[in-house]
């Protein structure tokens, strides 16, 4: 059986095709090289995944993932063959090759991750030829769900909207100012709560200030990490939660900079399986 992945920083999704099941799918927490052990990967593989899926039937897998850059890839490779003993093929690459595959299969195009992060890269239909390192939430990540949990809450708390959404924010997060800066300054996985803030931007949407911020976000996301290509003559593609449910505004933003959106998927999972089964 093949066993295909996409991590992502909050979770991961896993499909694998059974001869008595069909088509498996099973989601995990998200597993990242960069923040995780090889022991605390193998604890997921083992805690979450197996008792799901028959693992000795698995002779070749796929993992795309957010952190597996190249000196980390050998530590998702050795988790994973420690705990898929019978598997024969390991691959083991980024999430934005797996974004890329997912989206334009043996085209070329570019491809765009925005979810909890965000990423993007020209790719030739085999390989990413160029990328604009993405920095991580605190130095850039422009376009995604962490940096618009920041400007949201810099909006609110800043006095460009109104004392009626601030009320419905704290309302919606439990807390305060106060509770806000613990939360991202003293408190572990401060992008993922970040990015928890989405549905309140998602549910006040139709303000014209929560729209700004949502359309600032995927400006600055062009301008840093697209434009630098010079590459208009590419289409462009984006996977993940922001650019799903906001759509809309990702679209609008990016005729402004005279750019083609031709495909937005949720999740890349689909497009793997149509990839490799």
């Not at 009320?167 to 970040?194: C, M, Q, S, W």
């Not at 998927?265 to 089964?277: E, T």
Request: proline fraction near 4%; aromatic fraction near 8%.
């Amino acid at each position: 059986m093949i066993l295909i992945a996409d991590s992502g920083s909050t979770k991961t999704d896993w499909c694998c095709k059974d001869n008595r099941q069909g088509m498996v799918s099973v989601h995990t927490q998200g597993i990242n090289p960069i923040h995780s052990t090889e022991r605390e990967i193998i604890r997921v593989l083992n805690g979450e995944l197996l008792p799901q899926i028959d693992g000795d039937s698995i002779d070749e897998i796929h993992f795309f993932g957010s952190g597996c850059r190249p000196e980390l890839v050998p530590v998702m490779n050795r988790a994973l063959a420690g705990v898929f003993v019978n598997a024969k093929v390991i691959e083991v690459d980024s999430d934005l090759m797996g974004a890329a595959k997912a989206l334009w299969g043996d085209r070329s195009g570019i491809a765009c991750i925005m979810g909890t992060g965000a990423n993007s890269g020209v790719y030739d239909g085999h390989a990413i030829t160029a990328n604009i390192p993405p920095l991580g939430y605190v130095l850039g990540d422009e376009g995604s769900g962490a940096v618009l949990g920041c400007m949201l809450i810099n909006a609110i708390y800043k006095g460009r909207v109104g004392q009626d959404i601030r009320r419905a924010f704290e309302d919606y997060a439990h807390t305060d100012i106060a509770g806000i800066i613990d939360r991202v300054y003293r408190k572990p996985h401060a992008n993922k709560f970040l990015a928890s803030l989405s549905p309140f931007v998602a549910d006040h949407i139709s303000n014209p200030c929560i729209e700004q911020v949502v359309k600032d976000n995927f400006s600055a996301f062009f301008k840093n990490n697209i434009l630098p290509y010079n590459r208009k003559d590419l289409s462009i593609g984006a996977v993940g939660s922001i650019a799903w449910h906001y759509r809309a505004q990702l679209e609008a933003v990016a005729d402004e900079y005279g750019l083609l959106i031709e495909k937005v998927v949720k999740s890349p999972i689909d497009g793997l399986v149509d990839y490799y089964l």
